[in-house]
């Protein structure tokens, strides 16, 4: 079975150009999430979807960070514009409904982003 | 508010042998789910072990296990007869149940297997 799919594996740019991160998550998955990594921070929760219904975006840190799921099999992270502290990598999760509760999270292999 | 913190930034363990990560938590839920996820140099984040809180068995997963102490919100992990393999971040996490399926990350702790 395909795992979550993300792309592009990594993304070099300029500052204030516009990044769009892509994931496709495993079939049948009602929970998408994004996260971004750091060494000063660890793992940080952005947003998460329901049925691709934004859940909870309260980890999204500026207006310049935005996120989409137009179907169930498809979502978009988007910066604009970026700065060389989003320089970072982003990983795309998704979970199975349940019982919900504690599925487990299948992780793509993250986009390394690079802003210069 | 949920935390996770693991208290060790990096461990060494020789290869063969057994090492413990550690991990605390702190939830007001009642119920709730603990994982742990290791990250090799490749960058995956792929899971080793779930435990379940209202479960006293302690979950196993080959040669990974945990000792799960609820009342001391403790939840560690062992890996015996390490293998080089091993070597990767491992990062503790804990999900509560109540209509959030949210995940909530320890910093990590760099495992080094040495031959």
């Known amino acids: 079975d395909a795992g979550v799919i993300q792309s592009p ?20 998955h009602d929970y998408l999430f994004w996260y971004r990594q750091t060494m000063m921070r660890g793992l940080e929760l952005l947003i ?23 179907n169930a099999s498809f979502s978009t992270l988007k910066i604009q514009p970026s700065e060389p502290r ?31 | ?10 461990m060494s363990v020789q290869e063969a042998e057994t090492v413990t990560l550690s991990c605390t938590y702190d939830t007001s839920e009642s119920n709730y789910y603990l994982f742990w996820y290791k ?6 984040m792929i899971l080793v072990i779930r435990q379940e809180a209202y479960k006293q068995q302690n979950a196993t997963e080959n040669r990974f296990s945990v000792n799960f102490q609820k009342a001391a919100k403790s939840f560690s992990l062992k890996i015996s007869d390490s293998q080089l393999g091993d070597t990767a971040m491992y990062f ?3 999900e509560t149940q109540g209509g959030s399926e949210k995940l909530v990350f320890g910093k990590g702790t760099k495992l080094t297997v040495n031959p």
């Not at chain 1, 309260?58 to 137009?70: L, N, T």
């Not at chain 1, 989003?86 to 802003?115: K, M, N």
């Not at chain 2, 990250?39 to 995956?44: F, K, M, V, W």
């Open chain 1, 86 to 116: 989003d320089s970072a990598v982003y990983f795309c999760a998704s979970s199975p409904s349940v019982g919900v509760v504690g599925q487990p999270q299948h992780f793509g292999d993250g986009t390394r982003l690079s802003i210069l």
């Open chain 2, 1 to 10: 508010a949920q935390t996770v913190t693991q208290s060790q930034p990096e």
């Open chain 2, 92 to 94: 503790c996490a804990s």
């Open chain 1, 48 to 70: 998460y979807f329901n049925n691709n219904v934004p859940i909870d975006d309260s980890g999204m840190p500026e207006d310049r960070f935005s996120a989409k799921m137009p």
């Open chain 2, 39 to 44: 990250q090799p140099p490749s960058r995956q």
């Open chain 1, 9 to 28: 594996r990594h993304e070099v740019t300029e500052m204030g150009q516009e990044v769009t991160l892509r994931c496709k998550p495993i079939s049948g």
